[in-house]
């Protein structure tokens, strides 16, 4: 009954939207939702992503998904932006490729009434006036649960005074990126101060880039206790090098655990990372754009849960799909 | 002109000018090194050179076949799609059929690929520039279409002999090296010592004389985009062999750092001129640059501007060292 009316309320609401905003809406019956993706073939995360949206919008017999993909080109996906704009779908659902670079079309869509959530990295804060919600996982959170890992793993082993670090970040100009490395680089110190993280590079999320950058870190440093990075995909690159080159007893951490990650630590090769599943977070930003079309409350920055998996307590983690 | 005067009795001083005109970039080369090294005394060490030599194998060999097709006044700019799809499919194939299998199946799929470049570019004379820029884009369709998007990982990475390509040694040195530096010494006498090569200069040089001369120009061109893709499968092996997994873009953008080595060591874009040798050197440069920054500890952003900079002080340096003086009054 209480859906019902919720239904009922969200169609007059459309209705009203119609009428101001050109929205089509067909009395509450099918929502349109689009979505433009950034780059889906890239790495498995965004291509499980991809395919856990598209089942959840087909699940639900009240969305009509328009599903598209950016390939991880800016202009592309302002493009498309325009595109769904011209549709005049109900909501925009963007994955950001550039945190700056898409507020202009954010801005145009909202100038054209509908609204935009974001989903997996948010887009710059000058963007938020426009944006309804963010659903998506809380990356500076993360970034300092990987650094909280690191230093209980570095208690553990009595090095906590000494102990140094290296750090391999995702791609410039990520938002992701961004936001793990401040999360982690801020946390370190207060867990663990005397711990230092001696050099950054970016691995470009990806695993043969990391492993060339580990390479060089591992000529260049001859103490090496940690790796931190921006997610397993790059850490597993990290630890390829250090495996090739002979070099045991560094602690990997990292981020987005990937299935290569999870069988890593099984080997007991690689500590630990942070347990984040495409599958939530393709169905969290559906069930955003659904509630922000009915009108419902939703908090601004709609983050889903994702713990911290480590060697100790990864047999309570299905082994992640991608 | 400078081979005349080398010959006159100028003699011995003249003939070590000349050495070093001819080499310029072998110059440059010496030079960043000395540089690096100073800028950190590791750089030089054996690990770190062997290292570098190894993760420079993969451009290499793909360097390796471009050079001919450069040679022969054509481009190709889908060697790194053509290089994921390589990986992606002898990675794929080998979970399913077993490596042995594997390997000649990839091997004989992205020759494929090679002889329909080569069919449109030699035969149908189609621009190479757009054909392969295209192909850039088809095969990376391909690729994503046969992965269905996905990370491609052996299941099982301790049971298979499979890491012997990219991870293996033969008496200390690395086996990409030695692949790398085997495929050299081969296609520098194909190209050098073999009527094969001569054609590949000379339908390069000019076309149309070539044509006239009774060089079958189509078959050349298609051979040479053959001989390419050839290559481009072997780094593909490589590739998946170190790492035993691979995402769909793991060669994107090479097509780039590919021809800048092959620049680099002096090939004309216009075709008729380079060497293998040369080729190897360019490739060089490239991974010690890439590396040397990294031991510097340049931030990162700064790394793409350094990078190019020493790359076109390099080809300066060449070209003042050919003509003798570091800027020329006429073009």
């Given at each position: 009954m209480n859906v019902k009316l919720k239904t009922m309320i969200a169609g007059t609401t459309a209705l009203a939207a119609l009428a101001i905003g050109g929205a089509a809406m067909a009395d509450g019956h099918t929502m349109k939702i689009g979505i433009t993706q950034?780059?889906?073939?890239?790495?498995s995360y965004q291509t499980t992503y991809e395919n856990s949206f598209i089942a959840a919008a087909e699940a639900n017999e009240n969305v009509d998904a328009v599903v598209l993909d950016a390939g991880g080109d800016v202009a592309r996906q302002i493009a498309q932006v325009q595109d769904l704009i011209q549709q005049e779908v109900d909501a925009i659902i963007i994955w950001p490729t550039n945190g700056e670079a898409v507020i202009p079309a954010v801005r145009e869509a909202f100038n054209a009434g509908i609204p935009v959530i974001v989903t997996n990295s948010n887009i710059a804060e000058a963007g938020f006036e426009f944006v309804s919600s963010f659903s998506g996982p809380d990356n500076v959170t993360q970034g300092s649960r990987s650094a909280e890992i690191m230093c209980d793993k570095f208690t553990e082993m009595g090095i906590q005074d000494e102990a140094q670090v290296v750090q391999i970040s995702g791609q410039p100009g990520y938002t992701t990126a961004i936001e793990r490395q401040s999360g982690f680089d801020d946390r370190l110190p207060e867990v663990c101060p005397n711990v230092t993280i001696v050099e950054t590079q970016p691995g470009d999320w990806n695993r043969e880039k990391s492993q060339t950058v580990m390479e060089a870190f591992l000529v260049k440093y001859d103490d090496i206790d940690g790796v931190y990075s921006g997610d397993d995909n790059m850490g597993v690159g990290a630890l390829n090098a250090a495996i090739a080159a002979g070099r045991e007893g560094i602690i990997f951490v990292g981020a987005t655990n990937f299935a290569v990650g999870y069988e890593a630590m099984e080997r007991g090769e690689y500590w630990g990372s942070i347990y984040q599943s495409p599958v939530d977070d393709a169905e969290a930003a559906l069930q955003t754009a659904i509630d922000v079309i009915n009108g419902e409350e939703v908090p601004f920055l709609n983050y889903f849960d994702t713990p911290k998996i480590t060697q100790d307590n990864q047999s309570e983690f299905t082994k992640p799909v991608f | 002109m400078s081979d005349l005067a080398a010959t006159n009795d100028g003699g011995r001083r003249k003939s070590i000018m000349n050495l070093l005109a001819r080499n310029g970039i072998l110059i440059a080369f010496v030079v960043f090194m000395i540089g690096f090294t100073l800028a950190n005394d590791r750089f030089i060490s054996l690990d770190n050179v062997m290292g570098v030599v190894r993760s420079s194998a993969i451009l290499g060999v793909i360097a390796l076949g471009v050079t001919f097709v450069v040679i022969s006044g054509n481009l190709d700019l889908s060697v790194g799609s053509m290089m994921s799809f390589s990986t992606i499919v002898v990675l794929d194939l080998h979970d399913k059929i077993g490596p042995a299998f594997a390997i000649p199946v990839m091997f004989a799929m992205t020759m494929a690929l090679g002889a329909l470049i080569g069919f449109l570019v030699g035969y149908l004379k189609l621009n190479s520039l757009i054909v392969t820029l295209g192909m850039l884009s088809a095969i990376h369709g391909l690729t994503l279409t046969y992965s269905g998007g996905k990370n491609m990982d052996i299941a099982d990475k301790e049971g298979t002999w499979f890491a012997v390509f990219g991870q293996g040694h033969v008496l200390g040195i690395p086996v990409p090296v030695i692949i790398f530096g085997v495929l050299a010494a081969i296609l520098a006498v194909l190209l050098a010592r073999t009527a094969f090569g001569r054609r590949v200069y000379a339908v390069g040089g000019n076309g149309v004389a070539a044509t006239f001369s009774g060089i079958p120009r189509a078959r050349v061109v298609f051979l040479s985009y053959v001989i390419s893709s050839f290559c481009v499968a072997m780094a593909g092996l490589l590739q998946a062999s170190r790492s035993m997994g691979s995402q769909n873009t793991v060669g994107q953008g090479l097509e780039l750092d590919v021809l800048a080595a092959v620049i680099l060591g002096g090939a004309s874009l216009l075709g008729g001129s380079g060497t293998i040798f040369k080729t190897v050197i360019g490739v060089l440069i490239l991974g010690f640059i890439q590396n040397g920054l990294l031991l510097v500890g340049l931030q990162f952003y700064v790394q793409y501007v350094v990078t190019w900079v020493i790359i076109i002080l390099a080809v300066w340096l060449d070209v003042a060292a050919k003509r003798g003086r570091l800027w020329s009054p006429i073009a």
């Open positions: 950034n780059n889906v073939g890239v790495d | -």
